[in-house]
């Protein structure tokens, strides 16, 4: 039932991208990505409902392709400050709680 | 307020004590919802509140792991006789009921049990 992240870990040049891919072998309701800095709460990226959609924030943006019940990360031109891990969490249905995946840990070298 | 109020931040406990952790959702976010983050990093799921109400205890560890959100108080979290497992990072995060369920986390209690 824990979504599947891919890659575990990233490490990038400033300015270059970044894909971040997460998978369920169930239907989802939604997919939420989160970002965390070591010592540090998560902080919210977005959430993608079923029904398939694409969202777009700054230069990170997510898609969601309910057939294939997966969902993807995508990091444009990266920054110092998007390093960090990047969690994907999914859930069954409205009210139910969030499942994390195991994270993918991102480092953006300058 | 518009934060997540977890408190204390750090707790350190001799194993066998009691630990008890406290969590002030947003005012007007009906879901709370607390989750362990062990060294791995990954999030175990314990337990989520529709208001005072249990709503999924699934991951509760019930011999020695209780919570309640009680109207005007802070939801508490509450380790009998912990154990050096327990050692963590304990996050509470809560919800709005028209926000498709997206979390706001707290800061997080960092349990250490020695």
């Known amino acids: 039932q824990q979504p599947v992240q891919s890659p575990q870990a990233v490490i990038l040049r400033e300015g270059e991208d970044a894909v971040i891919n997460c998978s369920s072998s169930?239907?989802?309701?939604?997919v939420h990505w989160y970002r965390q800095k070591h010592g540090e709460a998560p902080v919210f990226l977005m959430i993608?409902?079923?029904?398939?959609e694409q969202k777009g924030h700054d230069k990170i943006s997510a898609s969601f392709n309910e057939k294939k019940q997966q969902s993807s990360l995508y990091l444009t031109a990266s920054q110092l400050s998007y390093s960090g891990t990047y969690f994907c969490?999914?859930?069954?249905?409205?009210?139910?709680?969030?499942?994390f995946g195991k994270g993918t840990r991102l480092h953006i070298l300058p | 307020g518009e934060e997540v109020a977890q408190t204390p931040k750090h707790l350190v406990r001799g194993e066998g004590q009691k630990a008890k952790l406290y969590c002030a959702p947003i005012?007007?976010?009906?879901?709370v919802f607390w989750y362990q983050q062990v060294l791995k990093n990954e999030f175990k799921f314990l337990i989520s509140?529709?208001?005072?109400?249990?709503?999924?205890e699934t991951g509760m560890p019930k011999e020695r792991f209780s919570a309640k959100c009680l109207p005007n108080s802070p939801c508490s979290l509450e380790i009998q006789a912990t154990k050096l497992e327990d050692s963590a990072v304990y996050f509470c995060?809560?919800?709005?009921?028209?926000?498709?369920?997206?979390?706001?986390f707290g800061s997080g209690t960092r349990l250490t049990v020695v």
């Open positions: 169930k239907a989802l309701y939604s």
């Open positions: 969490g999914t859930r069954m249905n409205r009210d139910d709680k969030i499942i």
């Open positions: 995060a809560s919800s709005h009921p028209d926000s498709a369920g997206g979390y706001t």
């Open positions: 993608l409902l079923k029904g398939g």
């Open positions: 005012k007007g976010h009906s879901y």
């Open positions: 509140f529709q208001n005072e109400n249990v709503f999924d």
